[in-house]
């Protein structure tokens, strides 16, 4: 069981900044596919980014066209933490975040394919 909790969410200005922190407890992670998702009010949940173990120290990132440029994926094995970076934030951001974990995905952009999930962190983006 992987016990995951999503911090450093808030109120930012249009073309400000935020790092999200996602941290696990219950097992080691760093053969783990991890990823973020959000969900603005209304509206489904989309895939924001994901960062994939492909062996040994080798891990694949991979973007929505909508965050391409502006965030970045990172994680820190030694503390079982994974990050989003953003940056030149829009008010479009606006979404409850969440990040997620699973092993082996065939399909990282899929929100199902993810056996655990945080409770989500807050990000509200003013214009």
């Known amino acids: 069981q992987v016990q995951l909790v999503e911090s450093g969410g808030g109120l930012v200005q249009a073309g400000g900044s935020l790092r999200l922190s996602c941290a696990a407890s219950?097992?080691?992670?760093?053969?783990?596919?991890l990823g973020w998702f959000r969900q603005a009010p209304g509206k489904d949940r989309e895939f924001v980014a994901t960062i994939r173990w492909a062996g040994g120290n080798t891990y694949y990132r991979d973007y929505a066209d909508s965050v391409k440029g502006r965030f970045t994926i990172s994680r820190d094995n030694a503390k079982n933490t994974v990050y989003l970076q953003m940056n030149s934030l829009k008010p479009e951001d606006t979404a409850v975040y969440y990040c997620?974990?699973?092993?082996?995905?065939?399909?990282?952009?899929?929100?199902?394919?993810?056996?655990?999930w945080g409770q989500g962190t807050q990000v509200t983006v003013s214009s």
């Open positions: 219950g097992r080691t992670f760093s053969n783990y596919d």
């Open positions: 997620a974990a699973g092993v082996g995905l065939g399909a990282p952009r899929n929100g199902p394919s993810y056996a655990y």
